[in-house]
C-alpha cells in the first residue's frame, strides 16, 4: 500500500487473547505465542514481560536494528552490541506516561577508527528510529565503545 | 522513587543482545528470552517478532490490562476479550512513523446489562491506557459486544 506521496505503508498486525486475571497472551501466524502480564507492581504475575517492558524494549531493539541498517550500509563491521534499557513512567500533565527511555549500548568495534565511525552512526540510528520517532518520551543514548583487542 | 508532586515514578528494565544478522534477543531477570529481528520487510527473519510488532501489541495488550483493572474497580465480571491490531506505518511530516493503530475488540459479557457498561469502561481504558498517552499514533477501537448466551 502507498500513502498520497508515493511512499509505502507498512502494517503490522497480531492478535490478544485474555487468558486469567491479569494476564493475555499475543499471538501472529508463524510466530511464538508469548504470555504477558501487567507488571507485579501494577496485580500481575511476576516473570511475564508486561506490556510496559516490551514498549521500552521495542524503543532499544529499534534502535539498534536501525543501527545494523546503516552499519552494513556503511560497511561497518560490528564485533558486538548489548544495551540495557530503563523507562520511566511518571505522571505528567495529568495523566500516567513514558517520559524518559534511557539507553545504554555497549559496543565492540575491531579498531578505534570503527569505534569513531560507529559514535555517528548510532547518532544517525538515534535520530531516525521509526520507534523513538512515534513516541512523546525523550530518548537518551550513553553509548560505550570497545576495541576487540582490549574489551574485557 | 516519586517525583516532585508525590507521584510514584515506576522503572521498567531490560537488556538486549544482538546475536547475528538483523537478530537479538531481549531479556530480564526472571522472565523468558525472547528472540526478536528486524521484520521481513527490512531484512529481518520471517517467523519472530519485531520491535514494530511488540510496540503495537504494547498498545493492545495495555488497553486489556486498563480494562481489566477499571472492570475489577466496578465488579464487572468479564466472559471473553480477544483483540487484533493493525498499526500504520507511513512517512508523515518528513519521517516514517506509527501514525494510526486500530485495535478491533470482541468482548464477551454474560448479560446485555454487562455489555453496556463494559462498553463504557473501554471508553474509559482507551482515554487512560498509559501506554496509548505515551504515543504520537491516533489509537482507534472498533469494538464488537457479545452476550455469552448468544455467543457463537
Known sequence: ?????????????????????????????????????????FKGTPGLWSP???????????????????????????????CSVEGALEYSNGKYRFTEITLHPRLTLKTQEDAERAREILLDAQNNCLISNSILAQVKIVPDFQVASSAT
Not at 498486525?13 to 504477558?36: N, Y
Open 52 to 82: 510496559e517492558d516490551l514498549f521500552v524494549a521495542s524503543v532499544n531493539v529499534c534502535t539498534l536494528m536501525t543501527f545494523l541498517a546503516y552499519s552494513h550500509h556503511k560497511n561497518l563491521l560490528l564485533v558486538g552490541y548489548e
Open 1 to 41: 500500500m502507498e500513502n498520497k506521496k508515493g511512499y509505502k505503508v507498512f502494517k503490522f498486525e497480531s492478535d490478544v487473547r485474555w487468558t486469567q486475571a491479569r494476564e493475555c497472551t499475543i499471538s501472529a501466524p508463524g510466530k511464538p505465542e508469548l504470555a504477558v502480564s501487567s507488571p507485579p507492581e
